[in-house]
T-cell receptor, first 113, second 114 residues
Framework: DAGVTQSPTHLIKTRGQQVTLRCSPI?????VSWYQQVLGQGPQFIFQ???????GRGNFPDRFSARQFPNYSSELNVNALLLGDSALYLC????????????FGQGTRLTVV | EDQVTQSPEALRLQEGESSSLNCSYT??????LFWYRQDPGKGPEFLFT?????EEKEKERLKATLTKKESFLHITAPKPEDSATYLC???????????????WGAGTKLIIKP
């Protein structure tokens, strides 16, 4: 079975641009969460979606938005990119979001220059 | 405020030298405590979930234990391939803002020398 897939794996953007990151969860999983991981730190929660509805949002500015599609895949959008947005963006897939096993993709490395 | 602290930040061991990693947590109500392994440039790999104090789980050379305030990841006779960053995360059980997010520590970077 395919695991969690994220695309692209690497991305370089200029300050002020917009970016869209994509995630396909494990088949049968209905919840997707997004995390930002800065080098040397643990992941920080951005969003959780379950059954296409936003279940939670972390302490991130409105420049960050996300959505989940009927096939449970998800997109994370970041507008007006700042240098500080450079990080590894991780997508986690789980059955319901409220269960206690989440499986991560390999991440998207975003570099803002 | 829910918080997770891991120690040490980094640990260098000789192959075969056993040791323990610590994860201290403060959470309003614990739904679960998770251990993950992360290799450089990759996403975290799930290892264990612990639910209640006194619980233990094992996988190969790793054993995770849980008390009401902390968790330990014991590594027995480690090999160079066990080198990675080990992350601890907690999931709170409730509250009006509960959304099942994972709250993470900064990780312990483990280096096993041959």
């Amino acid at each position: 079975d395919a695991g969690v897939t994220q695309s692209p794996t690497h991305l370089i953007k200029t300050r002020g641009q917009q970016v869209t990151l994509r995630c396909s969860p494990i088949s049968g999983h209905k919840s997707v969460s997004w995390y930002q991981q800065v080098l040397g730190q643990g992941p920080q929660f951005i969003f959780q979606y379950y059954e296409k509805e936003e279940r939670g949002r972390g302490n991130f500015p409105d420049r960050f938005s996300a959505r989940q599609f009927p096939n449970y895949s998800s997109e994370l959008n970041v507008n007006a990119l700042l240098l500080g947005d450079s990080a590894l963006y991780l997508c986690a897939s789980s059955l319901t979001g409220g269960d206690t096993e989440a499986f991560f993709g390999q991440g998207t490395r975003l570099t803002v220059v | 405020e829910d918080q997770v602290t891991q120690s040490p930040e980094a640990l260098r061991l000789q192959e075969g030298e056993s040791s323990s990693l610590n994860c201290s947590y403060t959470v309003s109500g614990l739904r679960g405590l998770f251990w993950y392994r992360q290799d450089p440039g990759k996403g975290p790999e799930f290892l264990f979930t612990l639910y209640s104090a006194g619980e233990e789980k094992e996988k190969e050379r790793l054993k995770a234990t849980l008390t009401k305030k902390e968790s330990f990841l014991h590594i027995t006779a480690p090999k160079p391939e066990d080198s990675a960053t080990y992350l601890c995360a907690v999931q709170a059980s409730g509250g009006k803002d509960s959304n099942y997010q994972l709250i993470w520590g900064a990780g312990t970077k483990l280096i096993i020398k041959p």
